[in-house]
């Protein structure tokens, strides 16, 4: 299992930008670069959801209500991926998680917290 920790969650007003970072402890950049990465949130009584994901060669997906606003990025090398979010709403109010998957099986960071509000 792959340890994860997030940072750079904080509150921002509606229209606003964040970028939240994850760091990863696998043992290289070759090993990370096998994880399929991905950025979830939960808010307050809701279920978890995708927010986005990413490829360990760069392929992305996103959920509908952040396209044209988050882009999610990796670098191998350092073994962290990332989330900017631009635009930001309050209904991205969340706590923010990593998940890294490889070969069936998933590890999550223990989140952090995204709050826009005015």
């Known amino acids: 299992q792959v340890q994860l920790v997030e940072s750079g969650g904080g509150l921002v007003q509606p229209g606003g930008s964040l970028r939240l970072s994850c760091a990863a402890s696998a043992a290289s950049g070759s090993i990370f670069r096998l994880y399929t990465m991905g950025w979830y949130r939960q808010a307050p009584g809701k279920q978890r959801d995708m927010v986005a994901t990413?490829?360990?060669?760069?392929?992305?997906n996103y959920a509908d209500s952040v396209k044209g606003r988050f882009t999610i990025s990796r670098d191998n090398a350092e073994k962290a991926v990332f989330l900017q979010m631009n635009s930001l709403e309050p209904e991205d109010t969340a706590v923010y998680y990593c998940?890294?998957?490889?070969?069936?099986?998933?590890?999550w960071g223990q989140g952090t917290q995204v709050t826009v509000s005015s």
């Open positions: 990413i490829t360990g060669s760069g392929g992305t």
């Open positions: 998940r890294a998957d490889k070969f069936g099986r998933s590890s």
